[in-house]
């Protein structure tokens, strides 16, 4: 099969692109874009079998097929953090998913590690929704609110994975944590235990969706705008809340809608509903379930033949389900395809750039996290590897 070169048209708003970092990458040789998918995959595995037990891929699900078919793991954000703290036996990590995943394998391997990210324009745009400085002003308005109350209050800040190694860091330092859609409920149950409110980021409708699991009513968790002052909120809003969740979004997620799972059980009446925690509160009530990607996956998988699901998530992840189960009836619930347009920027020629680039000394795409923003950012995702 032929393989594509290009990236997919970019779906959602163009403002909510991710920012490209200012240490770009060096470019990529054209040979390798022109290369023949024949000789390409001949040349990944003639590298990776030379490269042998000192390297370990890592893939997310939402990479398309041609990259995971040479990752040596695949799953969610989580499941990858967690191996990757594991498999200590590797010196180099290719992490094919995006920055703040290769970003947290660095924080977790140690400075031994070599972390190698095939494509760093293979951003996230929820990520950046939340700046480090936002974050710190949000944290200042809440402690002065808190004082100023009369009646003190305890904050406690969680980030969602899908974030920058500084925002890990700044949960690390002020006693939170990090978290995933794999264990945020865990992570918000453990946050109480510590504090009076949690302040939850960048994500809102995992926040949101979680609270509502937890019995957290809607009228106690508030949205926080960073471009407004206290967050579009009053005194009395952000005094009474339980759960202070960011203005922040999946571009992909929010695609899906009410009117989808409406169609999909119209054509097919016994089919069951799934989406990820990522979607709008009103698309997760309308749904059966709801599940992070690794649990969409094992729900799935574990369901009996003839079983009919739609399925509220990425598409590549969707395809890769349904051509593994063709016992079953599976579709993705967004009629238009929709790919996670940066972790489409992983394309076996960047991975065979850099994997040549490590067979001959060099370290193309490195991440590397400051050793001041890895202490802190390390103690965060510790604290989320021992909930489990």
Known sequence: MQQNTELPPVCGDADELPRIPSYWQKEIPRSYLRMPPEEMHGRIAKAKAQLGDSLIILGHHYQRDEIIRYADITGDSFKLAREASLRTQARYVVFCGVHFMAESADILGGPERIVILPNLTAGCSMADMASISDVEDCWAELKEC????????????????????????????????????????????????????????PDQHLGRNTGMKMGIPLDRMILWDPEEPLGGNSIEKVLDARLILWKGHCSVHQRFTVDQITAARARHPEVRVIVHPECALEVVQAADEMGSTEQIVKRITESAPGTQWAVGTEVNLVNRIRNQQPDKVIFCLDPIVCPCSTMYRIHPAYLLWVLEGLLEGLEINRIRVSQDIAHWARAALERMLALT
């Open 146 to 201: 808190s004082a100023r109350s009369g009646n003190e209050f305890k904050l406690i800040p969680i980030t969602y994975m899908n974030s920058a190694a500084s925002l890990k860091a700044f949960c690390g330092e002020k006693g939170g944590m990090v978290c995933t859609s794999s264990n945020a409920r865990k992570a918000l149950e453990w946050g109480f235990t510590q504090g009076d409110k949690l302040l939850f980021f």
